[in-house]
């Protein structure tokens, strides 16, 4: 007997990336994490490169780059405005 799977939902792996090669720190934090600026850490590459890898399930997530102590927006993303009058980057998972 064979049983359906029905209902499951298939999480994707998203990777964030960002180029900065004078970073000493670079993390990933967004409403997927809690805003946790420790939770989900890049790592860099010889160029200068960051990336972190991040499991979703489909959907938007509000998220941004936190860049030796600051707030950094994904230059290569979309943008929403935040309720502290700045922008948070946007992903969407499918």
């Given amino acids: 007997m064979v049983k359906a799977c029905c209902g499951k939902v298939k999480e994707k792996a998203v990777t964030f990336k960002l180029f900065s090669p004078k970073a000493k720190r670079v993390s990933v934090a967004g409403c997927f994490n809690n805003w946790d600026t420790n939770k989900l850490p890049a790592k860099k590459d010889t160029k200068g490169n960051w990336s ?17 102590g600051a707030w950094v927006n994904d230059p290569a ?18």
Avoid: I, W
């Avoid at 972190?52 to 489909?58: N, W």
């Avoid at 993303?77 to 499918?94: L, M, P, R």
């Fill in 52 to 68: 972190a890898k991040e499991v979703l399930k489909p959907g938007k997530y509000e998220y941004k780059f936190f860049v030796d």
């Fill in 77 to 94: 993303g979309v943008s929403v405005s935040n309720s502290f009058g700045s922008q948070n980057s946007v992903v969407e998972v499918k």
